[in-house]
Structure formats: C-alpha cells, structure tokens
C-alpha cells in the first residue's frame, strides 16, 4: 500500500514551484509627455495589489524613446503605502529595459502599487518630449 505523505515547504529545494505573473499597464502606452523639466510626468490610473507571501523578485520592464539624448527618465512601481519605489528602470530610451533593484522593504503587504514615469534629469532642449511604448510588471513567486 501507498503511505501518505504531507510534503511541506521545508521539504522542497529553494524555488523548487516557480511562478512569474505578468502585469501589463493597460495604459501604459503615452505620448508627448514633457522632458524638459524634471518630476513627476505620468502616474498610471491603474493600480494592483501584491501579497508578499513567497515573492521572490519584482521587475519592471519599459520601453520608451526620448526626443533630445540629454534627458533622464525613470519609469517606477510605486508603493502608495510606503511612499517608495519598489524597483525602476531609467535612462534617456530604453528598448525592453528589465529592473533588477527590486527593493523588499519598500512594499506594503498587500498595499496598492502603480507605474509612474518620472523625469530625473531635464533635456536643456525646449519642448523636448518622451514617449513611452508599454510597461509590465512581472511578479515571480516561489514556493520552497
């Protein structure tokens, strides 16, 4: 006969049951958003919940285009309950750029968080714009 037997976490080797959840920002897609000042620029109407429990890792991945070669843009999750940022990609273009600063302390458990696109260093350039083609959110939770 068979003896049952209840596997549990301990038993499995790190990571052993791996997900990664894809958030895609439904209204990520922007044009036209100002680059010649620094601050905040664009802060997504859309906002998700993330349980702690068993995250592993959260990345953001952006792409967007500057007008001018002189700006710095900062895509963010933002953690409206610490008021943080839980990781971010910046540069002045950027084609699929993927996070890796992933920062535990600066997520609320359970807390609502959203993308925002934040200028960190002005175009010198008048006008000078940037656009941005799509963001996601991937969450990668492990069981072990």
């Known amino acids: 006969m068979f003896e049952k037997r209840l596997i549990k976490s301990e038993d499995l080797a790190a990571n052993t049951i791996l997900f990664k959840i894809p958030v895609l920002i439904p209204d990520s897609h922007q044009t036209g958003l100002p680059a010649d000042s620094t601050g905040l620029k ?26 001018e070669s002189d ?29 890796d600063n992933y920062n535990e302390a600066n997520l609320t458990d359970n807390g609502l968080v959203y993308v925002r ?10 006008g000078a714009t940037f656009d941005i083609d799509d963001v996601e959110v991937e969450i990668k939770v492990a069981v072990s």
């Open 71 to 99: 700006s710095v843009i900062e895509i963010q999750l933002y953690d409206m309950g610490t008021g943080n940022v839980v990781c971010s990609v910046s540069g002045n273009s950027g084609t699929s750029k993927e996070s």
């Open 117 to 126: 696109a934040v200028v960190t260093t002005a175009s010198a350039t008048a």
């Open 42 to 67: 664009w802060a997504s109407k859309f906002a998700f919940r993330i349980l702690k429990q068993n995250v592993k890792d959260v990345v953001i991945r952006a792409s967007w285009y500057s007008s």
